[in-house]
């Protein structure tokens, strides 16, 4: 059976995975932090507020409004 027919063009012309963009990562840290999905900035005084005065909360599921009787 011949899978390469369903294999798109797309993954046949692409390149192949490398890592150079790793190994950058670890030669300057600003860029490890961007690799690893981290803001770069501190979260906003508000968003902080918020999560705290929500955090109790946090281990319940919200409410259905639907099934809610």
């Not at 963009?21 to 670890?26: I, M, Q």
């Not at 501190?42 to 319940?60: F, G, H, M, T």
Request: charged share 25%; net charge positive; no cysteine.
């Amino acid at each position: 059976m011949d899978v390469s027919k369903f294999i798109s063009k797309a993954s046949k012309v692409g390149e192949i995975y490398n890592l150079h963009h790793f190994r950058l990562g670890w030669q300057k840290p600003q860029y490890r932090r961007l690799m690893g999905n981290e803001l770069v900035y501190p979260p906003s005084p508000k968003v902080v507020e918020a999560v705290r005065q929500i955090a109790d909360l946090l281990n319940y599921y919200p409410e259905d409004p639907y099934t809610d009787v």
